[in-house]
């Protein structure tokens, strides 16, 4: 009796065993079948996340290029190639409005050697369209010369008689606007920039702000520059750079180069800070509001005077990018 018993227990726990073997199989294999199916599901999402991401960042894409182009065919009329008798190739400028609604073209005070070359000097401004003029720079109604030369803040402001304005406006030719006190770009914001690089007129070209600098160009001239990464080369100078808004953040100036290459890109606008300060402040060409003037003024009273030159921060050859010719 005894051994029917151990053997009916034996069989049962075998049985239990077989069981419980069983149901440990079954259950492992539900779980590795979910966990494939998890897996499989996580990929699933991770694949549509990342086309999601994609499709994203060509909308994005899709977008700025099409911003660019917009902002390009806008602003391009608004740009000019600046020649004088001497010269084949010549530099650039833009048209920029003031709040009395007078026009002029802002350019880079290089170009000219001294005042008097400035005065004294026939100019032929070239406009993308084919549109030209004859021009003779005057010195504004206060009887100030709106030149300055490279060692102070390298602007120059050539004003337009009554006719070539009405003529410009006739042609729906704008005047580029300066961008608002306050928002001026950050470092990383992109910026395009126009001129005629080695006489090739109507020319754009896109980059980023780089950084922006302090320099001092002589004793007394303390210059904020924004650095681009934006190719820029001998006949750029002047030109109008602009914000994604169309706004005007910077004129074109000046680049490094190695042993008198072309861009290297390290090149240099002026900034917008600098442009407020000169055209308003020093030479009296209303652009601000007295609110805006009033700002501008304690801006400039917070600068320093232990700043670098570009000549011995950069150890290149530092070009103007007027014309060569």
């Known amino acids: 009796m005894s051994n029917r018993v151990g053997i009916v227990a034996t069989t049962l726990g075998s049985m239990a065993l077989a069981a419980s073997g069983a ?4 259950t492992q294999k539900i779980s590795e079948e979910a966990s494939s199916k998890n897996n499989e599901t996580e990929k699933s999402v991770q694949v549509l996340m990342d086309r999601i991401t994609e499709l ?4 994005k894409k899709l977008n700025l290029e099409e911003v660019r182009s917009s ?31 007078q026009y002029a073209v802002l350019t880079c005070g290089h170009a000219w050697a001294k005042q008097e070359d400035f005065l004294n000097k026939e100019l032929e401004i070239i406009f993308p369209s084919g549109y030209s003029f004859k021009i003779m720079p005057k010195a504004l109604p206060n009887g100030i010369v709106p030149w300055s030369s490279t060692l102070g803040n390298d602007l120059a402001l050539i004003l337009l008689p009554d006719n070539i304005q009405q003529e ?11 961008v608002p006190f306050g928002q001026e770009p950050a470092v990383g914001d992109s910026m395009i920039i126009f001129g005629t690089p080695h006489g090739y007129r109507g020319s754009a070209a896109f980059g980023m702000v780089s ?22 080369n001998y006949g750029n100078s002047g030109g109008p750079a602009i914000n994604m808004r169309g706004e005007l953040i910077g004129v074109n100036s000046w680049g ?4 008198g290459g072309g861009s290297i890109g ?28 009033l700002q ?12 670098p030159t570009p000549q011995n921060l950069f150890p290149f050859i530092v070009n103007n990018l007027a014309s060569k010719s």
């Open 168 to 178: 410009l406006k006739s042609r729906n030719i704008s005047g580029i606007p300066l």
């Open 23 to 26: 149901l440990y199989y079954h």
């Open 56 to 59: 994203e960042t060509a909308n």
């Open 266 to 293: 390290l090149n240099f606008t002026i900034s917008p800070e600098t442009i407020r300060k000169v055209v308003d402040l020093n030479w009296g060409w209303n652009v601000l509001t007295k609110e805006e003037r």
């Open 211 to 232: 950084a922006k600098r302090d320099f001092i160009w002589d004793k007394f001239t303390i210059r904020m520059d924004y650095q681009t990464d934006v190719a820029m």
């Open 296 to 307: 501008v003024n304690q801006q400039n009273a917070l600068k320093y005077f232990t700043l």
């Open 71 to 101: 902002l390009i065919k806008k602003i391009l009329p608004s740009t000019v190639t600046i020649k004088k008798p001497e010269s084949s190739g010549g530099f650039s400028g833009g048209i920029i409005e003031n709040r009395d609604g």
């Open 256 to 259: 490094a180069a190695i042993n």
